[in-house]
T-cell receptor, first 115, second 110 residues
Framework: KAGVTQTPRYLIKTRGQQVTLSCSPISGHRSVSWYQQTPGQGLQFLFE???????NKGNFPGRFSGRQFSNSRSEMNVSTLELGDSALYLC??????????????FGNGTRLTVT | GNSVTQMEGPVTLSEEAFLTINCTYTATGYPSLFWYVQYPGEGLQLLLKATKADDKGSNKGFEATYRKETTSFHLEKGSVQVSDSAVYFC?????????FGAGTRLTVKP
């Protein structure tokens, strides 16, 4: 079974631009969560999608948005990039999501650098 | 709010040494607790979990017991191997909120 796939692996953008990150979950998994990982803040929850609906949202500004498609693939968009958005963005899929104690399966992440 | 605090690393041990990585949680109610591990070059993966007080999660020789009285979920292994070198994350889920600790980097030397 293929694991969680995130594309691209690396991105370099300049301030003010926008970016879209993609995540393909494990086949059969309906929940996709996104996390931001930085050395100072650790892993911070962005949002969770389940069956194309946002089920949970973390404490991030509206510049961070996402969506999920009918095949469970998910995209995350960040608009008006700031230097502080530089981070590793991780996607995790699970069958039912963390509320059902389903284990999360993480991708290798997309490393975003904003200059 | 909910939070998870784990001991800061890095931790360096010799092979066959005893490992403890401390983790405590703060939550309203009783969260489900997890340990995730990230091996070099790989994504995070679930190591073990416990969903209620006094539960013990175990996997690959690692154990952690959900202690309600001390709000802790410390990770232990009796004899570490070089292949256990990784970053370990404690996590808790409560009221639609999943929180991770900052991660502890473990290096095991032969």
């Amino acid at each position: 079974k293929a694991g969680v796939t995130q594309t691209p692996r690396y991105l370099i953008k300049t301030r003010g631009q926008q970016v879209t990150l993609s995540c393909s979950p494990i086949s059969g998994h309906r929940s996709v969560s996104w996390y931001q990982q930085t050395p100072g803040q650790g892993l911070q929850f962005l949002f969770e999608y389940f069956s194309e609906t946002q089920r949970n949202k973390g404490n991030f500004p509206g510049r961070f948005s996402g969506r999920q498609f009918s095949n469970s693939r998910s995209e995350m968009n960040v608009s008006t990039l700031e230097l502080g958005d530089s981070a590793l963005y991780l996607c995790a899929s699970s069958q039912q999501g963390p509320r059902n104690n389903s284990p999360l399966h993480f991708g290798n992440g997309t490393r975003l650098t904003v200059t | 709010g909910n939070s998870v605090t784990q001991m800061e690393g890095p931790v360096t041990l010799s092979e066959e040494a005893f490992l403890t990585i401390n983790c405590t949680y703060t939550a309203t109610g009783y969260p489900s607790l997890f340990w995730y591990v990230q091996y070099p070059g790989e994504g995070l993966q679930l190591l073990l979990k416990a969903t209620k007080a006094d539960d013990k999660g175990s996997n690959k020789g690692f154990e952690a017991t959900y202690r309600k009285e001390t709000t802790s979920f410390h990770l232990e292994k009796g004899s570490v191997q070089v292949s256990d070198s990784a970053v370990y994350f404690c996590a808790g889920y409560n009221n639609n909120d999943m929180r991770f600790g900052a991660g502890t980097r473990l290096t095991v030397k032969p």
